[in-house]
């Protein structure tokens, strides 16, 4: 089963964790939302799978290209 890694795309907060490590997620759901200059920006899942990691917190800075959250599929 192939690992896939979920990075930020900006600088910004965890604003919401949309999922929980062990759920089935589709193409396309939305897994995160990030805050970044008071505007809300989802974090999609590229690809349909099983979440094995959340490796941030809601309320944690993150910078752009950190990794976020990692899906098996």
């Given at each position: 089963m192939a690992?896939?890694?979920?990075?930020?795309?900006?600088?910004?907060t965890v604003f919401k964790i949309e999922t929980s490590v062990g759920a089935?997620?589709?193409a396309d759901s939305t897994?995160?939302?990030?805050?970044?200059m008071k505007m809300e920006?989802?974090?999609?899942?590229?690809?349909?799978?099983t979440v094995a990691e959340?490796?941030?917190?809601?309320?944690?800075?993150?910078a752009e290209g950190q990794a976020l959250i990692?899906?098996?599929?």
């Open positions: 690992r896939h890694v979920i990075n930020a795309d900006i600088t910004g089935a997620v589709a897994l995160i939302v990030l805050e970044s920006i989802p974090v999609d899942a590229p690809i349909a799978g959340i490796l941030v917190a809601e309320g944690e800075a993150i990692v899906i098996e599929g």
